[in-house]
C-alpha cells in the first residue's frame, strides 16, 4: 500500500470491503448496512458461510465469526432444524437467498427493539425467518421432486413468479402426474434412449445395415493325382515275400523236382513267403478337393444405438384418453421435460385430439417454462382424433435445424386411423431423416394404425390401475397381428417411398396429394 505523508493509507479504507469479490452483487448491499456485527468480520464469514452450503454441509457453530451472542444461538441452530444446506448443494440461487435472508431478518432485529427487548426482538425475526424458509424449503422440494432440478426457477429475481405457479390449481395436477411416473419406471428408461445425436457403445439389433464382404468359405478345385496300384502287371520294381505263383522266383522253382525240398516249397507257398518279384502300375486320376477361399456375401449388421439429441412428444388427449389413460399420457410428457432438462436437451410437446386441436409447447424448466408446463399437462380437448395433422406438424418441426436429431415419441390408446398420405408422408421422413418413431401403447391392443406409424410400440399393460380400474385383462398387446393379419397395408400400397419424396420430406416441399398441412 502507498503511504502518504502523515502516515496516512488510501488503500486502507477499502480494505474491509476485499471481501466483497468473493460474494455475488446480490449481496453487496445488505451484506454492508447490516446493524449485526462489525463489517469486515460480517463480510469475510459471509463468504464462508455460502461456500459451505454450496458444499451442502452448514459449518458448525463454533467456527461462527457471524453473528455472534445471542443472535447466533437463535439462528444457527434454526438453518440446521429446517436443513437449509441439503437444499443449497450445488444451487448458487437457493445459497444465496438463505444469505440474503439471514442478513435480512438479523437486520430486523434492531427495528424490533423500539417495541420489544432484546430477547424478544431477537425471537421476533427468528421467527419470522423460520416462517419464511419453512414456506420455502417445501416449494423447493416439491419442485425437485417434479423436474428433478429446479434449473434457474429460483433465481431471486423469478422466485415470486415461481412462487405463484406453485400456489395455482394446476401445479397440484403436476404433483399427482408425478407421483404416477413412480410406478412407470419403463417410461422413464424409453425416454432416455430417445434422440439420435451421439452414438453408443450398444449395438441396435432394430437398426441394421447391409454391407459386402468378403466371408471364407471351402470351395471343390479339380487336382491331378497319381495312385500306385500294387500286383497290377506293369514295372517291376523289387523283390518280396508273398504267395503269388506267377510272379515267384527261379530258385523258388528249383524245390519243386527235388523230392524232399518239394515239401519246403509247399510251406512256403503256405505261409505266402516264397519269394516273388513286385509289381505295380501307376494311375493318374482327376478329383474335387477342398480348398478356402474368400466369397463376397451380403451381410447384415447392426448398427451402433443413437440417443440423446431433442425430444418430440405427442400425447393424445381425445375423448378416448379420457381418464387414467390420459394421465399416463402425460406421464410420458412430464417424464420427457425431467430427462431433457437433466441432459440439457430441448423437448417440444404436441397435444391433439380432433381437427385442428392442436396445442404446442416448447417446456423448458424456468419460471416461464414451468408455467407452460402446467398449462400443456392440465389442458384436454376430449374430442376425436386426427393423428395425421400433428404428424405433419411434428415433421415440419423436425425439418428445423433445431430439431433435426430428434426422435418423436406417441402416446395414445391407438384409436386413430392415418390417411395414406399422412403414413407416406411419415415413412418418407423416416427414410430422408432417420426420424423414429416411438408409441407408448396406453391401451389393450395395438391397432393398424399404430403398426402403420410407430417402429417400435411399449405397452402399459396396466393403465387400468391407474384409474379407477385393475389389472389388463388382455394377455397380449399383439391381438390384431394375430387375429387380422391381412388388415395390414401390403408392401406394395401407397406406403412405399421413391427417393424423390425422401428428397421432399427434407426440403419441405409438399408431396403429391399431401393432406397434412
Not at 436443513?83 to 443449497?88: G, T
Not at 412407470?184 to 434412449?193: G, K, N, Q, T, Y
Request: hydrophobic share 40%; charged share 30%.
Amino acid at each position: 500500500m502507498a503511504e502518504l505523508p502523515g502516515g496516512f493509507v488510501p488503500d486502507a479504507l477499502e480494505a474491509p470491503l476485499a471481501p466483497l469479490d468473493a460474494l455475488p452483487r446480490l449481496l453487496w448491499l445488505q451484506g454492508i448496512v447490516n446493524s449485526v456485527g462489525r463489517l469486515h468480520s460480517r463480510l469475510a464469514w459471509l463468504a464462508e458461510l455460502r461456500a459451505a452450503l454450496l458444499a451442502g454441509a452448514a459449518p458448525p457453530r463454533s467456527r461462527w465469526r457471524w453473528p455472534t451472542g445471542k443472535v447466533l444461538d437463535a439462528f444457527g441452530p434454526a438453518l440446521e432444524e429446517l436443513d437449509l444446506a441439503r437444499h443449497c448443494k450445488g444451487r448458487e440461487e437457493v445459497a444465496d437467498q438463505v444469505v440474503k435472508s439471514l442478513l435480512f431478518h438479523t437486520d430486523r432485529i434492531v427495528d424490533y427493539r423500539n417495541e420489544w427487548d432484546e430477547d424478544a426482538a431477537i425471537e421476533q425475526a427468528l421467527r419470522a425467518f423460520r416462517a419464511d424458509w419453512q414456506d420455502r424449503a417445501g416449494e423447493i422440494e416439491e419442485l425437485v421432486y417434479v423436474f428433478g432440478d429446479t434449473g434457474d426457477a429460483l433465481k431471486h429475481d423469478r422466485w415470486d413468479v415461481t412462487r405463484g405457479l406453485l400456489r395455482a390449481t394446476g401445479w397440484q395436477e403436476m404433483l399427482r402426474i408425478r407421483r404416477l411416473l413412480e410406478n412407470l419406471p419403463e417410461l422413464a428408461a424409453l425416454i432416455r434412449r430417445l434422440g439420435r445425436a451421439r452414438q453408443t457403445e450398444e449395438r441396435d439389433e432394430a437398426s441394421q445395415v447391409r454391407l459386402r464382404v468378403l466371408e471364407e468359405s471351402v470351395e471343390l478345385v479339380p487336382r491331378t493325382r497319381i495312385v500306385r496300384v500294387p500286383d497290377l502287371p506293369g514295372q517291376t520294381r523289387s523283390i518280396r515275400r508273398s504267395g503269388r505263383i506267377a510272379r515267384m522266383l527261379a530258385q523258388e522253382a528249383m524245390l519243386l523236382p527235388h523230392p524232399r525240398l518239394r515239401m519246403v516249397w509247399f510251406a512256403r507257398h503256405a505261409e505266402r513267403i516264397l519269394m516273388t518279384y513286385e509289381d505295380d502300375d501307376c494311375l493318374e486320376e482327376t478329383i474335387l478337393a477342398e480348398s478356402p477361399a474368400l466369397r463376397p456375401a451380403a451381410q447384415r449388421i447392426p448398427e451402433r444405438r443413437l440417443e440423446m439429441g431433442p425430444i418430440v412428444v405427442c400425447v393424445d388427449t381425445s375423448g378416448s384418453m379420457r381418464g387414467a389413460s390420459e394421465d399416463v399420457a402425460k406421464a410420458c410428457v412430464l417424464e420427457a421435460i425431467r430427462a431433457a432438462h437433466a441432459q440439457k436437451r430441448a423437448c417440444h410437446a404436441l397435444a391433439f385430439s380432433g381437427p385442428g386441436e392442436i396445442v404446442e409447447r416448447e417446456l423448458r424448466v424456468d419460471a416461464r417454462g414451468i408455467g407452460d408446463a402446467i398449462d400443456f399437462l392440465t389442458r384436454s380437448f376430449h374430442g376425436g382424433t386426427e393423428v395425421s395433422e400433428v404428424i405433419g406438424r411434428a415433421i415440419d418441426r423436425m425439418r428445423e435445424e433445431r430439431w433435426r436429431f430428434a426422435d418423436l415419441l406417441i402416446a395414445t390408446d391407438g384409436e386413430f386411423g392415418p390417411t395414406r398420405e399422412a403414413v407416406s408422408h411419415l415413412k418418407a421422413a423416416k427414410h430422408a431423416l432417420g426420424l423414429r418413431v416411438q408409441g407408448v401403447l396406453i391401451g389393450d391392443r395395438e391397432t393398424i394404425g399404430m403398426l402403420e406409424t410407430c417402429d417400435d410400440i411399449h405397452w402399459v399393460r396396466d393403465w387400468r390401475r391407474f384409474g379407477q380400474g385393475g389389472p389388463s385383462p388382455i394377455h397380449s398387446r399383439s391381438l390384431t397381428a394375430q387375429y387380422f393379419p391381412g388388415a395390414l397395408r401390403s408392401a406394395g400400397s401407397a406406403c412405399e417411398v421413391s427417393a424423390d419424396e425422401a428428397s421432399k420430406a427434407v426440403s419441405g416441399r409438399p408431396l403429391a396429394h399431401d393432406t397434412l398441412r
